[in-house]
């Protein structure tokens, strides 16, 4: 394994045309889990110029039910699509809020796909698809997260604070960041590039105006990445020139196309499927959550320094095909016995689709704060976020006993 070496890692803002997408299907999403936490949920959303569509299948009680929507359900849909868009802040001719299009081409979900995914008699409730998911920890950080991503999101974070708290009142909602960190040893040492690529109001792109901007951005990488990193980073502010057209307008949108941002910046293997717009009976989510629950508890525990976990499914299957566990030869254990030590771990459920959603409590409304910023590396705060538990820790010091 390279000690020495780059590498990089992207994010984007909850402004991102994909990212607004991303909330507007997690807020679909938790929209139906409040009505029914037994819903079934694939919502995909398309944003451009003036535009919002939504498209997918759907099953919930009380809402939309034997091929028909409930009365006001459409309504609240629509409110709930423009209300996010107006917690984001757009708010412009191109895109705002209050008069763009909106379409809503949900229906009712292929009852093929429920016979093999709902629990009947003897059988218990299915994946709801095929496939493989990763998930992955690191000591690099306190969140232990990848730390090139780890700062990616925190530059915007804090951008997005200060936009809407008036503190930068030039920023507009469509912001990227990119870090790239020297490793040596196999630990970051020196950021040799940040890049930032903010929306700006009018007039920012040049003067007095301009020099303003790059110094605010300048200032919340120096608040974010530690000083010690910040030795001969070369900085790229903007490097367009202009960025006043952003968003949907300046770039269609669409659920789904940031997945590596939402999940460890390219550090980790990606098994291809995107998270919002989901109910959790779907294993793209809910077994990433799981791999990612496991991956932190194990370095949390110190039975390594880093790990990477896949699972996979069959669709309509309930147990999972395969556990992988691999960390990367810094393991105290053999990796062999991790994966014995998690399949033992009864309240674990097996990682059966429900075994995940149960431990996890992931029935819930809880989705919508995770589209934007990472799904990964948040702060376990009550419902939210309960992949980021390490509470597990013992339970593998026990097993592994």
């Avoid at 569509?53 to 849909?77: Q, S």
């Avoid at 970051?188 to 301009?210: C, F, L, N, R, W």
């Avoid at 989705?367 to 980021?388: L, M, N, V």
Wanted: aromatic share 8%; hydrophobic share 35%; with cysteine.
């Amino acid at each position: 394994m390279r000690a020495n070496y780059l590498f990089t890692s992207e994010s984007v803002s909850e402004g991102h045309p994909d990212k607004v997408s991303d909330q507007i299907s997690d807020a679909i999403v938790d929209l139906f889990l409040t009505k029914d936490p037994e819903a079934r949920i694939a919502c995909e959303t398309l944003t451009t110029t003036q535009l919002v569509v939504l498209a997918g299948e759907i099953r919930c009680k009380g809402v939309y039910e034997n091929g028909a929507w409930a009365e006001g359900a459409e309504a609240e849909i629509e409110a709930t699509v423009r209300r996010t868009v107006k917690e984001i802040g757009y708010a412009q001719d191109g895109f705002h809020w209050e008069t763009f299009r909106f379409e809503n081409n949900l229906h009712g979900q292929s009852a093929h796909i429920a016979q093999g995914v709902d629990a009947s008699g003897n059988k218990d409730e299915g994946a709801g698809d095929q496939g493989i998911m990763f998930g992955y920890a690191t000591d690099e950080t306190p969140d232990l997260m990848p730390a090139t991503l780890y700062y990616s999101h925190k530059i915007l974070e804090r951008m997005a604070a200060d936009r809407h708290s008036g503190a930068a009142p030039f920023l507009e909602p469509d912001t990227k960041s990119q870090v790239t960190l020297r490793y040596e040893g196999s630990l970051p040492v020196a950021a040799t590039a940040v890049v930032v690529s903010t929306q700006h109001a009018a007039g920012y792109d040049a003067g007095e105006k301009e020099a303003e901007l790059h110094a605010y951005v300048r200032k919340v990488i120096a608040d974010v990445i530690p000083p010690v990193l910040l030795r001969d980073t070369v900085y790229h502010i903007n490097p367009t020139g202009s960025f006043e057209i952003g968003g949907p307008d300046g770039d269609a949108g669409l659920t789904g196309r940031k997945i590596i941002v939402d999940t460890y910046g390219g550090a980790a293997p990606h098994g291809g499927g995107a998270f919002s717009g989901k109910d959790p009976t779907k294993v793209d989510r809910s077994a990433a959550y799981i791999t990612r629950y496991l991956a932190k508890n194990i370095v949390a525990a110190g039975l390594a320094t880093r790990c990477t976990i896949q699972l996979a499914y069959a669709i309509g299957v309930s147990k999972p095909l395969s556990l992988y566990v691999d960390t990367h030869e810094t393991g105290t254990v053999g990796d062999d016995q991790i994966e014995a030590a998690i399949m033992n771990i009864e309240k674990l459920g097996g990682l059966t689709p429900r075994g995940i959603r149960t431990h996890l409590g992931l029935n819930k409304p809880i989705y919508r704060k995770t589209a934007a910023y990472g799904h990964f590396g948040r702060k376990p705060e009550g419902d939210y976020f309960p992949w980021e538990r390490t509470d597990l820790v013992e339970d593998l010091k026990a097993a592994l006993a």
